[in-house]
C-alpha cells in the first residue's frame, strides 16, 4: 500500500505542486465590453467562454508547461488561473528567468490569447537564503519527512521573504503538515512560518487496495 500511496502523492504534485495551480475562473459580466473600443474585438476573443472541456484541456496544458520549468525548484511556487484565454499567472520565484520562462511557455500554447504575469521575483538576501537551506534541512533531513524529499520535485515548497516563510504543497497526513512548522519554526532568524499546506487524504487507496 505505501508504494501505491507514494505513486499516489506523486501524481498529485504534479498537479498540486504549483501550489495551488487555480481552477478556471469566469469572467465577470461585463468585463469585456469595458475595454477601449480599439482593442475590443481582441479583449473579447481574450476573455470568452470556453466549454468546460476546452477549459479543462487548457488547464491540463498550462500546468505542464509550469512544472517543467527547468528552474522551477523547492523555493519557488506557482499558480495560475485562467479567464477565458487569458492566462493569469502568480507566485513567488527566486530567479527572475523562471518568472520570464513561466510567461513565454505559456504563451505558446494553442487557446491562449494573452497571459498576465503577476509572478513575483524574490528579492535577493543572503540572510534568506540562509533560512531557505536550514528550513530545507530542517524539513527533509527529519525522519517523519525524509519520505518526501525523495521525490523529483519536493512536494513541500519553501517561501521566504524578509524573514517570514511560507510552506506550500501537499502532504499525507494532518501530522506531517503539524511536523513541517514545528520544524520550520525550530530554525533561527525567522519572524513568521505560515502552512498553506494541504493534505492528501490516502483513505481512498486504502478502500481500493
Not at 88 to 111: P, Y
Amino acid at each position: 500500500m505505501r508504494k501505491r500511496w507514494a505513486m499516489f502523492v506523486a501524481g498529485l504534485v504534479s498537479l498540486l505542486v504549483l501550489v495551488s495551480i487555480g481552477r478556471a475562473q469566469a469572467v465577470p459580466a461585463g468585463q469585456s465590453s469595458a475595454m477601449p473600443d480599439a482593442s475590443g474585438s481582441q479583449a473579447q476573443e481574450a476573455n470568452e467562454t470556453l466549454s468546460p472541456e476546452a477549459e479543462d484541456k487548457l488547464i491540463r496544458e498550462v500546468r505542464h508547461e509550469l512544472i517543467m520549468l527547468p528552474w522551477y525548484g523547492v523555493f519557488d511556487n506557482l499558480a495560475f488561473r485562467i479567464q477565458g484565454r487569458t492566462v493569469i499567472l502568480e507566485g513567488q520565484v527566486v530567479k527572475a528567468v523562471t518568472r520570464s520562462d513561466a510567461e513565454n511557455s505559456v504563451k505558446h500554447i494553442e487557446g491562449v490569447e494573452k497571459v498576465v504575469n503577476n509572478i513575483d521575483v524574490l528579492p535577493p538576501s543572503p540572510s534568506d537564503d540562509r533560512i531557505r537551506q536550514r528550513v530545507y534541512n530542517a524539513i527533509y533531513s527529519y525522519g517523519p519527512l525524509f519520505k518526501y524529499g525523495h521525490m523529483a520535485v519536493p512536494p513541500i515548497h519553501i517561501i521566504v521573504k524578509n524573514g517570514r516563510v511560507t510552506l506550500d504543497g501537499v502532504v499525507d497526513s494532518e501530522s506531517d503538515k503539524n511536523l513541517a512548522t514545528l520544524r520550520a519554526n525550530q530554525v533561527p532568524g525567522i519572524f513568521q512560518v505560515t502552512n498553506n499546506l494541504r493534505v492528501v487524504n490516502p483513505s481512498s487507496q486504502k478502500k481500493s487496495k
